[in-house]
């Protein structure tokens, strides 16, 4: 348990120093150390960690009613004060250690942490689930440190080697399997770093399970999602059978990880090689899974003994290509520009394109749509919703993914511009009072206010609004409204903040809205929606 009146100071301990792979979970957090106590008596934790300076109860009033109380807890103290009288409460009152929080690192939390293992099997002997945990753990990274050190081609203690990776003298040759978890970003954009971190053991653990079915072999966690298969088979059989039972293997691998943990991932079947050879198959492996981001998800890519390593090739946007597109948006032609976006996809696809120049076209893209609207009356929604996208692209690890919102990005200009072709004959006032209403729908809206703020009389404003959009002003702010509620519906947000986010706090009056323009109720639409996607 960590306990810290500084979500930064808790959250960098949690996330930043990774310290589960070496068998400590910071399983619960505190702001002060009266919620600590509270949950020390529910919770248990093995160790406990506490800043000393807090607000309610600080650090050494919490030490002293936890040795009172649990004396056997192990205790390390942070502080960003290098001040002895800390370093001496602290230490008298039975705090292992004493951690400066402007010097943590992952070695030093992890020395100190040690020696609360320590203390822990010494008081007692008892061997605790949390002790075995951790021996496990610790093997595991272990075994994972000596896994990087060999990809990364360093020198190893044949003994050690021998040790902890068997599995590697039976036979010539060893399988290498290289997985990358699907849609990492949008994982821990959702999850957040700590969840995923949290999982890898579970993924490991099952995967593990699978391997052992097949082959000898290990499975180890590389970072980022990745994960790097070994697999060493004994005997003399031919090529054509290796390959077989890797496809098998690969196949079972993505069937269990899909159903114990309903994540997808992608694999690239390295070459089989000795283990001297094993840094630059798994350059090449890693190398050919950058193909994903053109094969999409759930990929197997084969590295053949025979393939030649794929040269990069970084390409840009073509001259005729954005002359020929913006040419189509000029003339408002739909359906010859959405034509040639494909093709621009197309070619992309065929040359096998890197993933960076494939972003870096796709923003190009999203760049001319951007400069198309940006003179256009009332384009502010649309110049958002590109901005936003920007985003989605370079977080996307798919093109197919990329060509989706592209796509959809052209068809909602061109959405736009028929939409826009109208205000040609408006008002300026109009324009105006729409860009206002576009921009302040979530606020208490009236006639009064809008006409005040274009310093124009009241009268004139509604006469010439109704004139231009066939409706009165506050049938059209009713009416946006409701577009922009069935908008938030569809991306699943509560009925109810729905209602307060499009600027109707009364409930029953927004339902009453609602089915006046649409027939139907916030519920039935948001259920008809569901079952149409």
Known sequence: MIVDD??????????????????????QEAANGQEALEKIHCLRPDILLTDMCMTDMNGADLIEQVKRMYPDLPVIVLSGYEDYDYVRSSLKLGAIDYLLKHNLNREVVLEALQKCVEQIQQSGGKDTQALQAYRQNSEKESQR????????????????????????????????????????HKLEQEGGRIELAMLSPSIISILQEVICQYAL??????????????????????????YNICRQLIHSLRQNL?????????????????????????????????????????????????????????????????????????????????SAVQAVF??????????????????????????????????????????????????????????????????????????????????????????YVHEHYQEELGLDAVARNLNVSKSYLSRIFS??????????????????????????????????QVGIGNQSYFFRVFKSYTGTTPHAWERKNKNCT
């Open 346 to 435: 197309d070619r992309l696809l065929y040359g096998e394109a890197d993933r960076v120049s494939c972003q870096i076209i796709c923003l190009e893209l999203l760049n001319l749509v951007i400069r198309n609207i940006k003179t256009v009356p009332l384009s502010d929604e649309l110049q958002e919703f590109c901005t936003l996208m920007r985003v989605e692209i370079l977080n996307s690890d798919n093109i197919q993914e990329n060509r989706r919102l592209i796509v959809s990005a052209y068809h909602k200009m061109f959405d736009f511009f028929r939409t826009a072709d109208r205000f040609a004959d408006y008002n300026s006032n109009t324009i105006k009072a729409l860009e």
């Open 467 to 500: 004139q231009d959009c066939g409706k009165s002003f506050t049938e059209y702010v009713a009416c946006y409204r409701v577009e922009q509620a069935k908008i938030l519906l569809a991306q699943g947000v509560p009925i109810k903040d729905v209602a307060e």
């Open 145 to 184: 440190q000596l896994v990087l050190s060999l990809l990364n081609g360093d020198t190893i203690d044949p003994d050690v080697f021998s040790e902890q990776l068997p599995f590697l003298d039976h036979g010539s040759n060893i399988q290498l399997i290289l997985m990358q978890i699907d849609n990492i």
């Open 6 to 27: 500084e979500l930064y100071a808790r959250t960098r301990l949690k996330v930043d120093l990774c310290l589960e792979r070496d068998g400590f979970l910071v399983d």
């Open 258 to 338: 899909e159903k114990y943990t309903n994540l997808t991932a992608s694999f690239v079947l390295g070459k089989r090689v000795q283990a001297a050879n094993l840094p630059s198959c798994y350059r090449q492996a890693h190398q050919e899974m950058s193909l994903r981001y053109l094969t999409g998800y759930g990929s197997l890519i084969n590295v053949s003994d025979n393939r030649p390593v794929r040269a990069e090739k970084f390409v840009t946007l073509d001259t005729a290509s954005e002359r020929e597109i913006a040419n189509a948006v000029e003339r408002r032609e739909q359906e010859y520009c959405m």
């Open 217 to 242: 072999g290990t499975i180890v966690e590389i970072g980022g999602g990745e994960f790097v298969v070994f697999v060493s088979f004994e005997g003399w059989n031919s090529q054509q059978y290796y």
